[in-house]
């Protein structure tokens, strides 16, 4: 039987592979397979075939419409008329709320994302006896596994 976890790339790691190594399990029965981090920076604008679900036109739309709404407000005052100043102000509303956006996206969480310093993952591959199997689940969870599955072979 084998069983599958992963592990953030820390002590409790080590200290599950070598509490398993204490209740009987060969160190050729543990395999452990870190994960590499990514090296390219994230992209900011979605494709068609990828989407990280953070919206850049939120801002946008709503800044939008509030400037569209003062901007045909005045125009009843001003040469061109409420349309053209309504229209107008839609642009700039839109334009501004988009490089918020956009600026809290490169720079603010950007920032964030840095200062988390979440390494990457270790997945643990062990073959063990299926009497063992339960003893080594145990053993996994009570060292902060991420997740464990079992394979029967």
């Excluded at 390219?40 to 801002?59: A, N, Q, Y």
């Excluded at 270790?122 to 394979?151: F, M, P, R, T």
Aim: proline share 1%; net charge neutral.
């Amino acid at each position: 039987m084998q069983l599958i976890s992963t592990f953030e790339n820390n002590a409790f790691l080590e200290i599950a592979i070598s509490m398993l190594e204490k209740k009987g399990l060969k160190k050729e029965n543990i395999f452990a397979v870190p994960l590499d981090n990514r090296t390219e920076e994230r992209m900011v604008f979605d494709t068609i075939h990828r989407s990280d679900g953070t919206s850049l036109i939120d801002i946008g739309m709503a800044l939008g419409t509030a400037f569209s709404v003062v901007g045909a407000s005045v125009g009843f005052k001003l040469a061109w008329g409420p349309i053209y100043w309504g229209l107008i102000g839609a642009f700039i509303g839109f334009m501004i709320g988009f490089a918020i956006r956009l600026v809290t996206e490169l720079v603010i969480k950007k920032k964030r994302r840095v200062l988390k310093g979440k390494q990457s993952e270790v997945v643990l591959i062990i073959d063990c006896e299926e009497s063992q199997a339960e003893l080594v689940e145990n053993i996994l969870w009570n060292h902060y596994a991420l997740g464990v599955a079992k394979v029967k072979e």
